[in-house]
């Protein structure tokens, strides 16, 4: 079947295919610069463990050990997703020189040691998110922002701060807004005594960070909730509940991020995303792929991926509702192919959902005619989207699907194999 039948059997269902591509075409998708790396980032001893309760798993070979590589890396990834991907920056991959006074502790940061980012974003029209780093670094003891020491605190509260700046900085320089999320693993491998201590300090950590000055419209800052990590299984600070009610009491200054990969296995973001946007005008994501726990594989096109994807469009994610992000880090395969499948098949299940007829399923619900809407929902399933979907990358100018991945072995022969 060519792209014009596969278009007009969607015309036929009442979905204009052209209109659905040039929708998605306009909306940002965070491309996370942790998957090239590791998550281990410039600012320390990139042999350092992970911490905070995330874990990378594997041993691939061809990790991009400094910002040059990382670059180039990225840019390969940008030939081989179509849409429109804005960076995604932790605070760790910070590029401290000579040339720019060398290195700074993380409460130093400052934006001169992101202007290598923004000449990057810059050249390739990306926007720009960013997020403080409050893990892998000596000054966990292990808590951050939720900590019984008040240094601690000082120091990460300190850091946030310099991140509100720099995230003003990077919004300015790029003309977009910057989507700064804050996420710390504080928490407790066993039974705490004190659940309530923790969560007053995070509150205050937080109010002390969002005090610093910032334009909300261009600096939005996020809390993001967990619900475990590996080490810290019996309590996590920044619980569900907890980052909710923030952002609930604080929605003229933060906005809350819900990571699919932080829930109870049966729990659902899909349900979560049109329950917060009855509250709140603009919520963000974290997309992953959990696999029993909090394991951060590479998304694939899958149930969830689709349903989620549903809501973002129905609930008008694309226009601005809902700032989406990538988080994921597979280290067990080429790391490229990990960061292009995962962009992929989110924009994949982005313009599958721009395809659904929305509007007349809602009303055959509204109706009550749920006989038709099961049969009308599951006929969908095999319309023709695989031609529009590869249309999609054409208009793009990114390889279609079966096209790409010799260019992935052709990269990983001439580049990453060099680096080891
Ligand atoms: C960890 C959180 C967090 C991190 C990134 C690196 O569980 O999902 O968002 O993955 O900040
Ligand atoms: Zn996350």
Known sequence: MSYQEAKERYAALGVDTQAAMDRLRKAPLSLHCWQGD?????????????????QTTGNYPGRARTPEELMADIDEVRRLVPGTPKMNLHASYAIMNEENGGWVDRDKLEPKHFSAWVDFCREHRMGCDFNP???????CDPLTLASPNK???DFWIEHGRACIRISTYLA???GQPCIMNIWTGDGFKDIPADRKGPRERYRESIDAILSEEYDFTQVKPCIESKVFGIGVESYTVGSSEFALSYAAFNKDRCIPLMDNGHYHPTEVVSDKIPALLAFFPEIALHITRPVRWDSDHVVLF???????CKEIVRCGGLEGRVHMALDYFDASINRISAWAT???NTEKALLYALLTPNEALKELQDEGR?????VRQEELKTEPFGEVWNEYCRQCGVPEDGTWFGEIERYEKEVLSARN
């Open 370 to 374: 749920f006989t038709e809407l099961m």
């Open 151 to 153: 240094d601690t605190r």
């Open 342 to 344: 995962g962009f992929r």
């Open 302 to 308: 899958d149930d969830e991926t689709r349903e989620l």
């Open 133 to 139: 780093t409050f893990f892998s670094h000596p000054k």
């Open 38 to 54: 590791d998550v281990r980032g410039f600012d320390t001893d990139p042999d350092k463990p992970l911490t905070g309760g995330i």
């Open 172 to 174: 300015k320089e790029l």
